[in-house]
């Protein structure tokens, strides 16, 4: 807000949910979103939903699956980046190769991996992959795409054991 005088959500929509075709994306509780929220889950019990009242880029933003792909089909086409930005993205800015390496099976090692802008970044072959979770009590989300094979995946889970349920999931893809 310092820079622009726009408060977040209002900069989101302009830049981001708009052109991307996001519809149903947003920082802080809508009045669209009646009956609409699934509601995370901790152990087997419902538990309310985090709404905020104030925006944050670090947290909180609530979307469907469907907008969740529309924005990666909107990244794999250039996202309104300049190809330098978009460059950026995709490079290893801190590295995590060692962390997500398994020793008892190194050919599955990616060649690098590590956080980029916004992104995981992983170089696994030929191959270059671009990953997003997020968890908070109760939901787990989980985002993929290929800059090269333009293909991606969303998963959004509401348990406190949605991590696992990707992990299945990616092992039958």
Same mark, same amino acid.
């Given at each position: 807000?310092?820079r622009?005088g726009k408060?977040?959500?209002?900069?989101?929509q302009?830049q981001?949910f708009a052109?991307?075709?996001?519809r149903e994306?947003?920082?802080?509780?809508? =009045?669209w979103?009646?009956g609409?929220?699934?509601?995370p !889950?901790v %152990?087997? +019990?419902?538990?309310?939903?985090? *709404?905020p009242?104030e =925006?944050?880029?670090?947290?909180?933003?609530?979307?469907? !699956?469907? %907008?969740? +792909?529309?924005?990666?089909?909107? *990244?794999?086409?250039?996202?309104g980046?300049?190809p330098?930005?978009a460059s950026?993205?995709?490079?290893?800015?801190?590295s995590?190769?060692?962390?997500?390496?398994?020793p008892?099976?190194?050919?599955?090692?990616?060649?690098?991996a590590?956080?980029g802008l916004?992104?995981?970044?992983i170089?696994?072959?030929?191959?270059?992959?671009?990953?997003?979770t997020?968890n908070?009590a109760?939901?787990?989300?989980?985002?993929?795409?290929?800059?090269?094979?333009r293909e991606?995946?969303?998963?959004l889970?509401?348990?406190?054991?949605?991590?696992e349920?990707?992990l299945?999931a990616i092992?039958?893809?």
């Open positions: 807000r310092a622009t408060p977040l959500d209002v900069q989101a302009m981001v052109p991307a075709g996001m994306t947003a920082f802080t509780a809508q =009045p979103f009646k609409r929220l699934a509601l !889950a %152990d087997g +019990a419902f538990i309310a939903p985090t *709404l009242d =925006p944050s880029a670090a947290d909180n933003v609530h979307t469907t !699956a469907r %907008d969740y +792909a529309r924005f990666l089909v909107w *990244l794999m086409a250039g996202g980046l300049t330098v930005l950026e993205q995709r490079t290893i800015q801190v995590q190769g060692d962390e997500l390496c398994n008892v099976m190194p050919q599955h090692c990616p060649a690098s590590g956080f916004g992104w995981q970044v170089h696994l072959g030929t191959k270059t992959f671009m990953m997003h997020g908070d109760g939901e787990f989300s989980f985002a993929y795409w290929s800059p090269g094979t991606g995946a969303v998963i889970t509401n348990g406190n054991r949605g991590a349920a990707v299945a092992d039958i893809l």
